[in-house]
């Protein structure tokens, strides 16, 4: 493939993961905002740095997995709109 070419496709994955990382940061920051749950008190809770949730917050980084699986049982969320911001079709 064109190196060109190949250039295009990493800054086209790169835009789509930049909004997909926006999103789910918002989704995230709205949650806690609800919850009444500041960026010190989640990362107490999940055991990590409290640099960490506000990255996740600002969309800057991605929680992993296990964090959202945990905020999501603990804030009583669906994991998957939590994830995608998608709701399940039953």
């Not at 926006?22 to 749950?37: C, E, N, V």
């Not at 804030?75 to 709109?81: A, E, P, Q, S």
Request: hydrophobic share 40%; net charge positive; proline share 2%.
């Amino acid at each position: 493939m064109n190196r060109r070419l190949q250039d295009i496709g990493h800054l086209e994955r790169s835009i789509e993961d930049d909004r997909l990382r926006r999103a789910l940061a918002a989704r995230l920051d709205r949650t806690f905002k609800r919850a009444g749950m500041s960026s010190a008190h989640a990362a107490k809770w999940l055991g990590v740095r409290e640099d960490d949730v506000q990255y996740w917050r600002s969309g800057i980084t991605v929680p992993p997995l296990n964090a959202c699986t945990r905020l999501a049982a603990a804030l009583n969320l669906d994991l998957h709109w939590l994830c995608t911001g998608q709701t399940h079709v039953i």
